[in-house]
């Protein structure tokens, strides 16, 4: 399949670049800069231009953004779309978080149905973060699964910045929904809702700062910031980004997925077993890490949310997401959302 994969230089789309080539699809990627583009050439010497080819998008958040990059010749038949800013660096919740989620999705989707009628299948990275109730805290009585949605209005992003990033994805994702609602478009959406993504870095960083943010908390954590006290974790689920890449590249291949939103948990997890699954397998940053009496990163006394189990991996055996433990995942399949035993 020729695919065009929007932010190419992202922690997650390196992994389901990654996937795209070892099947055998011929992928054109969007990324910011040439810089950039040069930078994932070097980590795939092997592939040609036929299999592995860029186009420059420098602002997903202008409109007509994806104008040029939808075309190709031989034309797209699928695209996953990734490109989303993910962090909590917020000055002004529009201009950094919404526009560029929102339209970033509606301008690939209005970009595609016009110049690219070939496509079949556009996969959309959306997040946990469409689904959780953030008014309900911690809600132990709840099981989250893909039936919810995160019911905050961009109001919420803007009287609190800290929630701007959940409403970012929120919207996005609705704004894909209704595209395909009212457009009719030629071709079938699938979303992919991951929580906390943990795991191999395998795109390329200039500096440690330059870290996506959801493996921040583990840089954090062994560099010695939690030593006095260990933060808040949160949201108590996560995945490993081996499994987000494959699931993206499997929602892509198989009509199953199509219309379909996928939760993809592996298990839960606090802060506070983080540290101690660093501190098992990686001894070595013993002195850089908070004492077994530091305060916090527990679970709440209340207990928290459950949440479907797409597939069940403990983070023990994710080894902190510190190193390339590779598993087969060949639980990992669309039939059932629910637990695909390892
Ligand atoms: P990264 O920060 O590594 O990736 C984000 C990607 O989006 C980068 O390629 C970035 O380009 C690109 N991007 C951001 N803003 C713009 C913009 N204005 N114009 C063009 N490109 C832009 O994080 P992840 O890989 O974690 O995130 C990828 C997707 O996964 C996002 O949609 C995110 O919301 C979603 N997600 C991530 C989770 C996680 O825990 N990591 C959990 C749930 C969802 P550049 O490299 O040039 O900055």
């Known amino acids: 399949t020729r695919v065009l994969l929007t932010g190419g230089s992202g922690f997650i789309a390196a992994h389901v670049l990654d996937i795209l080539l070892k099947n055998g699809h011929s992928v ?57 800013p993910f962090h909590y660096n917020v000055t002004d919740p529009m201009k950094d978080l919404i526009n560029p989620a929102v339209i970033g999705t509606t301008g690939v989707l209005k970009s595609v149905k016009k110049h690219a009628p070939t496509v079949k299948k556009v996969v959309i990275t959306s997040s946990f973060a469409a689904i959780v109730n953030p008014s309900k805290g911690n809600w132990p009585e709840h099981t989250y699964s893909e039936a919810d949605w995160n019911p905050s209005t961009l109001e919420d992003a803007v009287k609190d910045t800290m929630n701007a990033y959940r409403v970012s994805k929120t919207l996005a994702e609705k704004s894909a929904w209704d595209f395909v609602e009212k457009e009719s478009p030629n071709f079938k959406v699938a979303t992919i809702n991951p929580p906390m993504v943990y795991g191999p870095v395998v795109h390329y960083l200039n500096s440690l700062d330059a870290l996506n943010t959801s493996n921040q908390r583990i840089r954090d954590a062994i560099l010695g910031k939690w030593k006095e006290e260990i933060p808040p974790t949160g949201g108590f689920c996560w995945v490993d980004v081996r499994d987000v890449g494959l699931a993206h590249v499997r929602a892509m291949e198989r009509p199953e997925a199509d219309q379909k939103r996928f939760f993809v948990t592996a298990g839960g997890y606090s802060n506070r077993e983080m540290v101690e699954v660093i501190r098992k397998h990686f001894p070595e940053y013993q002195d850089q890490l908070p004492g077994p009496d530091a305060p916090g990163g527990g679970y709440p006394e209340e207990g928290s949310f459950k949440f479907v189990q797409f597939y069940y991996k403990t983070f023990d055996e994710n080894r902190g997401g510190l190193q390339a433990l590779y598993r087969p995942q060949s639980m990992l399949t669309f039939e059932s959302n629910a637990v695909q035993g390892t």
Not at 40 to 66: N, R
Request: avoid cysteine; aromatic fraction near 8%; glycine fraction near 2%.
């Open 28 to 84: 054109v990627t969007t990324v910011r800069s040439q810089q950039k583009a040069d930078k994932i050439k070097e980590a795939h010497p092997t592939y040609g231009k036929d299999k592995l080819d860029f186009a420059i998008v420098e602002d997903i958040a202008k409109e007509d953004a994806f104008e040029n990059a939808v075309k190709s010749d031989p034309p797209f038949e699928a695209v996953i779309h990734t490109a989303s």
